[in-house]
């Protein structure tokens, strides 16, 4: 389905993002590049694997993607499909949040999605072809207690994908743009909490359960795909009907 394909691939170490990389590799994939800060689990994660180029880099330094995508553009020509997976919580009640992780959430969930995309639209638009997915949150749609901070940007992301969808293809350009909205899902974020938690989560989603990064994968999959070609500025929610 990705042959011949580039792919780059954000918070790519662990979780949903590692996840979609090897999906992407798996599927003939020219190159993934996989992107994260963590570079002990990153070069650990893809040992061994041809068509996976982890790289280290902070999605908030905006000179170092420009340099990336600049790169993969002297190799190749082109970004088929990008993947703005990278995204942090810090979580508190308003009264009690701070500057400080109000400005980092911020930061890497709004910022680091916009320098990506700023990055690699223009090279995508140049090729008439691509596709952006951009990982929003259920928190994003209808919001959460105590998470302000995270459900600003994982809105923010929404409209910032509907105005893409807008403006990429406005001359043409066959560049699609949409969002994934997951529910409840296993993953490192989530590994910790108690199992009381845990179980209320599940309690609260029809499905009874809680969903996997392969679930997440599949809508990501679809939707870097040529079988959406049709499909553009929308929010595919997976959320084991958590939010109806």
Not at 4 to 32: D, H, L, P
Not at 155 to 184: D, H, L, Y
Not at 188 to 202: H, I, R
Request: proline share 3%; charged share 20%; aromatic share 6%.
């Amino acid at each position: 389905m990705f042959n011949n394909k580039i792919c780059v691939v954000t918070g790519a170490a662990q979780g949903i993002g590692r996840t979609v990389v090897e999906r992407f590799a798996s599927q003939s994939a020219t190159m993934v590049y996989a992107l994260d800060m963590n570079a002990e689990v990153l070069s650990k994660a893809f040992m061994g694997k041809d068509n996976v180029k982890p790289i280290v880099i902070n999605i908030c330094d905006r000179e170092a993607i420009l340099s990336l995508i600049n790169q993969i553009k002297s190799d190749y020509g082109r970004v088929d499909v990008l993947v703005n997976n990278a995204g942090i919580t810090r979580d508190a009640l308003i009264d009690k949040m701070t500057e400080q992780d109000w400005d980092l959430v911020i930061d890497v969930n709004l910022k680091g999605v916009f320098n990506l995309t700023q990055a690699v639209a223009p090279l995508m638009i140049e090729n008439n072809a691509g596709s952006i997915v951009t990982m929003s949150s259920v928190v994003g749609t209808d919001g959460n207690i105590g998470q302000t901070n995270y459900a600003a940007t994982k809105g923010g992301v929404i409209a910032m994908t509907k105005s893409w969808a807008k403006e990429f293809a406005r001359k043409g350009a066959q560049v699609r743009a949409n969002c994934v909205a997951p529910g409840f899902i296993e993953t490192p974020m989530t590994a910790d909490l108690p199992e009381k938690v845990l179980d209320m989560m599940k309690g609260k989603t029809p499905l009874g359960r809680m969903g996997t990064p392969d679930d997440i994968a599949n809508g990501v999959e679809f939707l870097a795909s040529d079988k959406s070609s049709f499909i553009t500025g929308q929010v595919l929610k997976i959320d084991g009907g958590l939010v109806l």
